[in-house]
């Protein structure tokens, strides 16, 4: 599983960003105030760019089914306003963050909306058809399955085979590749992200990265008290939480591209 250009983008801006200090964000926090903005920004871009709205920190704002299409929104805040129905899209929403807010019926309808927090928010009827939702948090939210998806949605389903055995892998201590066979009967779950984790492995093998070496056992980067050997079955020794969302949580972590498990434990 290779990393679409979108998500390679959004990596690459992710390490590059420099925080903007809060006193610099703009705050809007009177539907007047928006209204005009959003009238002068519309104007200003046309039908060439995207109307400028990032940073800024919608407060207490009533856009219960508000047109708010086609908006840069990108790190921007929305704390205790009514989003109930608003319209957000084709609006690039990278990084933005709800807080306290109602966000029933909200559209992202083909929305960049990479590294949204949705983190205690009430998911129900969110329109996500079309959207790219890679790196997002559906930790703690409310009713994640009650959103609405389609063909086109990204990142929501689960990139490994729900039902039966498949190949994953891991990157151990001194670089020590581990190949793993996941059988059909683990459990196995996937957020939004390229990572997962199972109940069960049997350790196929282990190389070293150029896979010139082999090795008949690697021990775990995170519990140096785990290892695992070649031809063993492996479970996890604090358990196996089955809530999908919860991404750093007990299981057996696992990439399915050998490459990507490389790349990310090289950082």
Same mark, same amino acid.
């Given at each position: ?68 299409? *086609? ?33 029933? $019926? ?45 063909? $086109? ?85 604090? *358990? ?10 007990? *299981? ?16």
């Amino acid at each position: 599983m290779n990393f679409s250009q979108s998500e390679i983008d959004f990596i690459r801006d992710a390490e590059a960003y420099v925080p903007v200090p809060e006193s610099e964000k703009p705050v809007i926090d009177s539907e007047d105030e928006l209204e005009q903005l959003l009238a002068e920004r519309r104007a200003a871009a046309g039908n060439a760019v995207m109307p400028d709205f990032m940073h800024s920190k919608f407060t207490g704002l009533d856009l219960h089914g508000r047109d708010m299409t *086609g908006l840069d929104l990108r790190r921007a805040t929305f704390d205790n306003c009514d989003l109930n129905g608003t319209d957000f899209s084709g609006s690039n929403m990278d990084h933005v963050a709800f807080y306290n807010n109602d966000l029933k $019926n909200m559209k992202l309808c083909g929305c960049k909306a990479r590294g949204c927090s949705f983190r205690f928010q009430d998911m129900t009827g969110i329109d996500l058809s079309g959207a790219n939702i890679y790196a997002s948090v559906l930790e703690d939210a409310l009713n994640q399955d009650k959103v609405i998806t389609d063909e $086109n949605t990204e990142w929501y389903r689960m990139r490994c085979p729900e039902e039966g055995p498949f190949i994953a892998w891991k990157c151990c201590t001194d670089l020590r590749v581990v190949m793993m066979l996941v059988p059909a009967d683990a459990k196995r779950c996937m957020a939004t992200m390229e990572t997962g984790r199972v109940s069960k492995v049997k350790v196929l093998k282990i190389t070293s990265i150029d896979e010139s070496e082999s090795y008949s056992w690697a021990q775990s980067t995170v519990d140096q008290d785990f290892y695992y050997e070649v031809g063993k079955w492996i479970e996890p020794a604090n *358990g196996f939480q089955e809530d999908r969302w919860k991404d750093s949580s007990p *299981g057996i972590h696992f990439f399915l591209d050998r490459q990507q498990c490389i790349d990310y434990q090289s950082k």
